[in-house]
Nanobody, 120 residues
């Protein structure tokens, strides 16, 4: 199983980015998928997660109202739309999944990460 996170880059404060998570060896449609981030010198934190059973979602308080997680059932990816980005959103973003249809506490598979830099 391999996960590929993409879409990171440099954006100005207030801007937007769209991250995408694709998988091989597993069909993301059937499993919960989470997005995490790790800023320099900080611990990794969960940003968002989407369940496979009912599509319900979870957001960390720091991103609630600005980030949206969704599934693209045609491309079989899970996307993270990030709006009104702030410098404190700067981090390496990872997607992860597990053999669970509900957002788990422990994830089995991780992508390699994509860097998001919010700076003027």
């Amino acid at each position: 199983v391999q996960l590929q996170a993409s879409g990171g880059g440099l954006v100005q404060p207030g801007g937007s980015l769209r991250l995408s998570c694709a998988a091989s060896g597993i069909t993301l449609d059937y499993y919960a998928v989470g997005w995490f981030r790790q800023a320099p010198g900080k611990e990794r934190e969960r940003v968002s997660c989407i369940n496979a059973t009912d599509g319900s979602t979870y957001y960390a308080d720091a991103v609630k109202g600005r980030f949206t997680i969704s599934r693209d059932n045609v491309k079989r990816t899970v996307n993270l739309e990030m709006n009104r980005l702030k410098p404190e959103d700067t981090a390496v973003y990872y997607c992860a999944t597990a053999h669970s249809s509900w957002c788990p506490r422990i994830y089995d598979y991780w992508g390699q990460g994509t860097l998001v830099t919010v700076s003027s």
